[in-house]
């Protein structure tokens, strides 16, 4: 379960001094094929610029992951696109950091998610944008794991569905966009997706499998 802590919070520079920062989205830490990399929906930040947008590697840290290539989707075009496009990668400059940190490992040799089956255990870790905020004390982030339940495949190729169950803590699910999504069973948590799309009203979200973020890696 150590790697769904690969989950924190986007930043986003606000240009206000009393609150310079707010947390937009999720994103995730995954080795690909051998190299890291930071991977979130595009849309989380689509709008920013580069200099803008922080990827912290532990809460609490002053400075973003050194990151040295941005890998897209040349295709996508807004929130309309198909789910496959709305992804993007930032390669980690892994040489240019001295502390460890938690990353999940996209197994690109079993294909975990082509052995997903209705009804399978979803997890996903992401950070709903109704308990960020802004305090006194500074930025308040708290990610929420949730469970929810494989449906099938979606519309475009690489699209999953999950089925979302309520939470106690939270209405909608704004702020899980880019949420690293795994399959748990036989004991055993596996990395098959990321998160793009979550329906509050119908339950139900969306997500890329690995093979579009590994073929998106590959070039």
Same mark, same amino acid.
């Given at each position: 379960?150590?790697?769904?802590?690969?989950?924190?919070?986007?930043?986003?520079?606000?240009?206000?001094?009393?609150?310079?920062?707010?947390?937009?989205?999720?994103?995730?830490?995954?080795?690909?094929?051998?190299?890291?990399?930071?991977?979130?929906?595009?849309?989380?930040?689509?709008?920013?610029?580069?200099?803008?947008?922080?990827?912290?590697?532990?809460?609490?840290?002053?400075?973003?992951?050194?990151?040295?290539?941005?890998?897209?989707?040349?295709?996508?075009?807004?929130?309309?696109?198909?789910?496959?496009?709305?992804?993007?990668?930032?390669?980690?400059?892994?040489?240019?950091?001295?502390?460890?940190?938690?990353?999940?490992?996209?197994?690109?040799?079993?294909?975990?998610?082509?052995?997903?089956?209705?009804?399978?255990?979803?997890?996903?870790?992401?950070?709903?944008?109704?308990?960020?905020?802004?305090?006194?004390?500074?930025?308040?982030?708290?990610?929420?794991?949730?469970?929810?339940?494989?449906?099938?495949?979606?519309? +475009?190729?690489?699209?999953?569905?999950?089925?979302?169950?309520?939470?106690?803590?939270?209405?909608? +699910?704004?702020?899980?966009?880019?949420?690293?999504?795994?399959?748990?069973?036989?004991?055993?948590?596996?990395?098959?997706?990321?998160?793009?799309?979550?329906?509050?009203?119908?339950?139900?979200?969306?997500?890329?499998?690995?093979?579009?973020?590994?073929?998106?890696?590959?070039?």
């Amino acid at each position: 379960m150590k790697a769904i802590k690969s989950a924190m919070p986007v930043l986003i520079e606000t240009g206000y001094d009393e609150w310079p920062y707010a947390v937009r989205g999720t994103f995730f830490v995954a080795d690909v094929a051998g190299a890291m990399y930071v991977v979130t929906a595009r849309h989380v930040v689509e709008g920013n610029s580069a200099t803008s947008v922080f990827f912290r590697y532990r809460s609490g840290s002053r400075y973003s992951l050194p990151l040295d290539q941005t890998v897209i989707v040349k295709e996508y075009a807004g929130p309309e696109s198909p789910e496959y496009t709305d992804v993007i990668l930032y390669r980690i400059a892994v040489d240019e950091i001295s502390e460890p940190f938690v990353n999940a490992k996209l197994d690109t040799e079993r294909r975990p998610w082509s052995l997903l089956t209705k009804g399978d255990s979803i997890i996903f870790r992401g950070y709903p944008s109704e308990l960020q905020g802004a305090e006194a004390s500074g930025l308040k982030e708290q990610g929420v794991v949730m469970d929810a339940k494989y449906s099938g495949l979606g519309t +475009h190729p690489g699209c999953h569905e999950i089925e979302l169950f309520p939470s106690e803590l939270f209405t909608f +699910h704004d702020g899980f966009s880019g949420s690293p999504v795994f399959l748990f069973k036989d004991g055993k948590t596996q990395l098959v997706g990321l998160l793009v799309k979550a329906n509050s009203y119908q339950s139900r979200a969306l997500f890329v499998d690995g093979s579009v973020i590994h073929a998106l890696a590959s070039g």
